[in-house]
């Protein structure tokens, strides 16, 4: 058997136990994350780029574009490092390698964080406390219907994010991985460059102050990294919904639904799962810096409630599960070409 095809599957199985470890374990409490260590890296460069380049709107935009590259970078070349040691090294490669996929993904802790919220429900202070860890909205004036549409909410745009996105990418690297013999990145390479993108999105992608155009390259390769993930996910959702001959109806909703959405992504994410799961989302948001609209999502469904949160949740399971059965399909047909 070539070794493109015995490796690609080798890659698959790996992703497929880290998949599994992330649903089992997810993320313990205490252990460093590759997140951190990511975060800890932005705020260093932050201060310094805004030490150097003040409010300057152009050198703060070139520093943006600098520490994209740095932590991007740096993060690919550490997640290739860490491939290149369980190749030739794979008695105590394989398993960090594998440690390190899982870190990179975040459906099990997202889907366990989203039912905190519901499990402490009626009591909202608990519920708010909960909450406040998984958005960015305020949840102090939050009562039980706001609560559980931000939990529907963060459970269907995060999916994308936290999961499928870096999920598409570790599978787009196991068959980069394999078909180079290891020489280009693979899928650790990949999906810690995608949580780089994330992270610096997360942390600097905000249109305020500085920021307006320090986390402006951060944020938009963010956007792009997290565009064709978030379009299969809204082609293919109708298959795990039961639905499979409206995949192309469900992708056309979920791009017109959520263009309203300032986001390329979120809207559509939460557009797909919507649709998908027949619930209404969106409306008015509280924010640190005041009131946001944002687009009325399946608008003709019921508000959300706890059953609709669990049917997103699903929903997300399945679609997990058809990806890595097609992808394992794929490598099993890989193997048996002569």
Not at 40 to 60: N, S
Not at 102 to 117: D, I, K, N
Request: hydrophobic share 55%; proline share 6%; net charge positive.
């Amino acid at each position: 058997m070539p070794a493109e095809q015995s490796g690609f599957a080798a890659a698959w199985l790996l992703v497929l136990a880290a998949c599994c470890l992330d649903r089992l374990v997810g993320d313990p409490a205490g252990w460093l994350h590759p997140v951190q260590l990511m975060g800890w890296l932005i705020r260093r460069l932050q201060r310094r780029a805004e030490a150097w380049a003040l409010d300057r709107p152009l050198p703060l935009r070139a520093a943006g574009v600098l520490i994209t590259l740095l932590l991007v970078a740096a993060s690919a070349g550490a997640g290739w490092l860490l491939e290149q040691l369980a190749r030739h090294l794979p008695l105590l490669g394989l398993p960090l390698l594998l440690l390190a996929l899982a870190s990179a993904l975040a459906g099990g802790s997202l889907a366990r964080a989203v039912r905190q919220v519901l499990n402490a429900l009626p009591d909202l202070e608990a519920a708010r406390g909960h909450l406040a860890w998984i958005v960015g909205r305020d949840v102090s004036r939050l009562e039980t219907a706001g609560i559980v549409r931000a939990a529907a909410e963060t459970a269907s745009e995060n999916a994308v994010d936290g999961l499928f996105a870096p999920l598409f990418w570790m599978l787009l690297g196991a068959w980069l991985g394999a078909a180079s013999a290891g020489a280009l990145p693979g899928p650790l390479a990949l999906a810690w460059a995608f949580k780089a993108a994330s992270t610096l999105d997360s942390m600097l992608g905000y249109r305020h102050g500085r920021l307006r155009w320090l986390g402006t390259a951060g944020a938009r390769l963010d956007d792009l990294l997290t565009w064709l993930p978030c379009r299969l996910v809204a082609l293919s959702l109708p298959i795990a919904a039961g639905r499979p001959q409206h995949c192309l109806v469900g992708l056309q909703l979920a791009l017109a639904e959520g263009a309203a959405d300032p986001s390329p992504n979120a809207g559509v994410s939460q557009a797909a799962y919507a649709w998908a799961a027949r619930v209404r989302l969106g409306g008015i948001n509280r924010y640190v810096d005041g009131l946001r609209a944002k687009p009325i999502l399946g608008g003709e469904h019921p508000a959300a409630d706890a059953a609709a949160v669990a049917r997103i949740l699903r929903l997300s399971d399945r679609l997990e599960l058809l990806w890595l059965g097609l992808s394992g399909l794929g490598a099993l047909a890989l193997t048996h070409q002569p």
